[in-house]
């Protein structure tokens, strides 16, 4: 089991535990216990759901601050296309990039200038003979996570190829060094300005044997807040945007499937329907697809538990801004089309268990099912979440492992209690 180091964590301090999280963690990685929640490593998948559900602010991001990048000696900002999604009556990209510059970063490379490459090495991955089908994007670091624990048979459909994050990271140092040869590895810092924590999370464990490009993650709502101070639309701005339509759509769900032009695709946002989605394709039952793209947040990227705007208005906000823009600045040349090269791909996902497996023992798995099945049947079947766990299945399981005890569920006392009751007044009469 490889160990995963997360971007989502638990204030002890603020949590009340309502129980308001539990029903809304998409692998039900959160439990109540000893009156405050309790979030499972091996099943948690950084989506941020939690952190936007709870009232009281207990859940929260753990990513990187700006000053982090002080031990650099040259700073590059990537931004997320859904930066720009958070600005009132921005009308040009540049006046952002501009603003990255001004508040000390030395470089700026727009993930969605890589995001136009990746689309268009897509196209010519889907083309390939003998690609599993549905292609599923790998670009939601929740997803993929998702898929690794709870859909693993769907692995062989992921597309191993590089998120435009680290695509942006990789040639942003190229031309770095190629712009100051004098520069060192090790003197070049990357920060990527996230919209999500799922991505810090990529950055720390990186596919597998493959390490992340990034070296600092931060929040767009902390990047927002010092490029409000900057950002002047008095002076024009240097011409700094090598992105179009097509890498900014990147920023809201059906961005990524669109660029692929081919009509036979699906795009599903919001992690309750990314699960229908992947339960139906694992069943079988879909249309024929050529490609699916799933985002853990509602609306994509701009949805994400980092924004400071409200995903919608963020998305509208970028059509606006799109309508000024060319579908693309980055078109392969035909020789470029023939291949894709190699740094676009990475080798093998990490191996993580399944969270459904109960056991490495098919033997012991058989008997713990059944003990499960057995349980959950005796239980209310409310899923009112009072034992701490979000369903009654859940608790069964829960029971079963020896996490939970079966006395904790109050609405069994409360049906002995009655039942009891109706034995006293039947022995009195």
């Known amino acids: 089991m490889n160990a995963y180091e997360h971007s989502v964590s638990l204030d002890i301090e603020k949590c009340t535990g309502c129980t308001t999280c539990i029903h809304r963690c998409p692998t039900e990685a959160i439990r109540v216990r000893d009156g405050h929640a309790q979030i499972d490593n091996l099943r948690c998948i950084d989506c941020g759901v939690c952190i936007k559900v709870c009232p009281h602010k207990a859940k929260k991001a753990v990513l990187d601050s700006m000053e982090q990048m002080s031990r650099f000696k040259y700073k590059i900002a990537l931004p997320a296309p859904a930066l720009y999604g958070q600005f009132d009556n921005l009308d040009d990209v540049d006046f952002v990039l501009q603003g990255l510059l001004d508040i000390g970063f030395d470089a700026v490379f727009e993930v969605s200038r890589a995001a136009e490459l990746v689309s268009a090495y897509t196209r010519r991955y889907l083309k390939t003979e003998g690609v599993p089908k549905p292609a599923i994007s790998s670009a939601c670091p929740a997803v993929i996570r998702l898929i690794e624990l709870r859909f693993p048979f769907l692995k062989d459909n992921i ?56 070296d600092v993650v931060v929040p767009i709502s902390d990047i927002y807040f010092l490029l409000i101070s900057k950002m002047s639309q008095e002076k024009q ?16 769900s059906g961005g990524e499937a669109t660029a692929i032009f081919n009509e036979n695709y699906l795009a599903a946002d919001g992690i309750e329907n990314v699960i229908h989605v992947l339960d139906q394709i694992e069943n079988g039952n879909i249309p024929h697809l050529e490609f699916v793209e799933l985002n853990a947040c509602t609306g994509g990227c701009v949805g994400g538990a980092l924004n400071i705007q409200n995903p919608f208005i963020a998305k509208a906000r970028l059509q606006g801004l799109k309508r000024y823009l060319p579908v693309s600045q980055n078109i392969l040349t035909k020789e470029e089309k023939q291949y894709i090269p190699e740094h676009y791909f990475f080798d093998e996902l990490p191996a993580y268990a399944p969270i459904t497996r109960l056991s490495d023992n098919m033997a012991e798995s058989m008997r713990m099912m059944a003990d499960i099945q057995k349980l959950r049947k005796a239980l209310p079947g409310v899923d009112c979440g009072s034992c701490g766990a979000p369903t009654c299945r859940a608790f069964a399981e829960d029971v079963i492992r020896g996490r939970a005890k079966k006395d904790d569920c109050i609405l069994m006392h409360r049906d002995a209690f009655l039942e009891y009751l109706r034995e006293k007044e039947n022995d009195g009469k």
């Open 159 to 214: 597309i191993k190829m590089l998120p435009p994050m680290e695509i942006a990271a990789k040639l942003a140092r190229d031309e770095a060094k190629e712009k100051n040869p004098d520069l060192a590895d090790e003197d070049i810092g990357v920060c990527f300005i996230s919209p999500c924590p799922a991505k810090q999370s990529y950055v720390r464990n990186g596919f597998s044997d493959y390490k992340s490009k990034v």
């Open 237 to 252: 701005p240097e011409s700094l945007s090598k992105s179009g339509m097509i890498g900014i759509g990147w920023a809201t």
